[in-house]
């Protein structure tokens, strides 16, 4: 259980709802960072006290020193300020909410100050799984989930005598603002369409990830590493109501599900509290409120995506770095209007084509796979 926590990503829809869950569980917040959103940061330090506060823009970080003069919160400024935030002394855990690559380096600085790990941060363990996980091992710290389907793995995993008992994992996937839709009616799709999502409320990068079902190839890939099962161990299904966040299949054929809500405090919160539970302010389950459940396959020719990080992964080394940076760079285009939806895919699977791999990779050939998987988007964009 989670006592003294730092927050990496508060501002954000991860961030602001572990502060939450950390005013009703009671666990103190020692430091907090976000990009540059310095207002927002302040009234965060101003009510949870954190001894040390860190934006990686440096202008904001200027402002957010000034303003937060009158306290005695160390305020930092940069990547370093917030991989040091990541290794604050006091802090026995460290929940990583930062979107995108920003996040590697004060994963592996959390890692290797031996703080606990939740992470939210998807996209470090997609494009770094080796370096991470062994870290992670190096320095004997087990990695929990946030991720809501992550969570339920996790969760249905807590009966588990051995590693062979466990047949397949089943991922749920919302199917996005998109499920039902044909290529031809994707094409001209807007930003404001794909912001829309059904049933969760989340940060812009993610929220298009979810209709392009990109997040559910990173999501595939993050399994692989959290759980140690190969890529053929993982089905996919779509479940529009979001109510079953996930299921593992045993190798008696039995089935375990975990349900709830979808509301993100549930899985942050076990992370925190692991392995206790505690009450929690999220709305109860009510079943008979739901007319039904439904379950069914993925449209792989549509959601193209889904497949392209599954091949990633087979291929192992660098490629799924390569997917990851092309598709951070190609959905942050789609947001800016500069590409259109159906471009986000074959912008990534041009990339992974053209991307060089290399097993047994270092943290600073991950950067460079992922910079050079941009640059390869950009150019193919001008
Ligand atoms: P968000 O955009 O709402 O918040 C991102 C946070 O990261 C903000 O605090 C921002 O200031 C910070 N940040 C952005 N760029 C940064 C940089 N260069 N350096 C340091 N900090 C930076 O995103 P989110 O929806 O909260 O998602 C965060 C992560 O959690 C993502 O990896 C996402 O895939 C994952 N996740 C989110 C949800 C959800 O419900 N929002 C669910 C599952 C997983
Ligand atoms: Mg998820």
């Known amino acids: 259980m989670t006592e003294k926590l730092s927050i990496l990503g508060s501002t954000g829809s991860i961030g602001t709802q572990a502060l939450d ?26 009510k949870f006290k954190p001894k040390m506060v860190a934006l990686a823009d440096e202008v904001a970080a200027k402002e957010l020193k000034i303003r937060l003069g009158d306290t005695d919160i160390k305020v930092l400024g940069g990547q370093k300020g917030v991989c040091e935030c990541a290794a604050e002394e006091t802090a026995d855990t460290v929940l990583n909410g930062i979107v995108g690559m920003a996040g590697l380096e004060p994963t592996l600085t959390a890692l290797g100050a031996k703080k606990g790990l939740a992470l939210a941060n998807k996209e470090t363990l997609v494009a770094g799984g080796s370096l991470v996980t062994r870290t992670a091992k190096e320095n004997n710290i087990r990695i929990l989930p946030v991720d809501s389907e992550h969570s339920a793995i996790f969760q249905c995993l807590q009966g588990m005598n051995k590693k062979q008992e466990l047949k397949s994992i089943i991922l749920t996937a919302s199917g ?15 930003v404001a369409e794909a912001l829309r999502h059904p049933n969760w409320s989340m940060g812009a990068k993610i929220t298009v990830d979810s209709a392009t079902m990109m997040n559910k190839g990173l999501e595939l890939i993050e399994a692989v590493w959290l759980f140690d099962v190969s890529p053929s161990e993982i089905q996919i299904v779509v479940h529009r109501e979001s109510v079953v966040h996930s299921l593992i299949e045993y190798v008696d054929n039995s089935v375990i599900a975990q349900l709830g809500v979808p509301d993100m405090r549930i899985p942050i919160q076990y992370a ?17 409120d739901y007319k039904s459940l439904t ?46 939806f159906l471009q986000i895919a074959d912008l990534v699977e041009a990339a992974i084509s053209n991307g060089v791999s290399k097993d047994n990779y270092t943290l600073s050939d991950v950067l460079e796979a992922d910079r050079a998987a941009r640059e390869f988007v950009e150019s193919h964009v001008r």
């Open 272 to 288: 925190l509290t692991y392995p206790e539970r505690i009450p929690s302010p999220v709305k109860r389950l009510s079943l008979s």
């Open 295 to 340: 379950f069914s396959k993925p449209d792989y020719e549509t959601f193209r995506c889904i497949n392209l990080c599954r091949s990633a992964i087979e291929k192992g080394g660098l490629f799924p770095a390569i997917a990851n940076g092309a598709n951070e760079k190609a959905n942050e285009l789609f947001r800016k209007g500069k590409v259109g």
């Open 21 to 46: 869950v950390c005013e009703n569980a009671g666990i103190a917040v020692t430091a907090l960072t976000a990009n540059s959103n310095a207002k927002l940061i302040e009234a965060q330090a101003r």
């Open 176 to 190: 996005g603002p998109f499920f039902g839709k044909t290529r031809a009616e994707l094409e001209n799709v807007t």
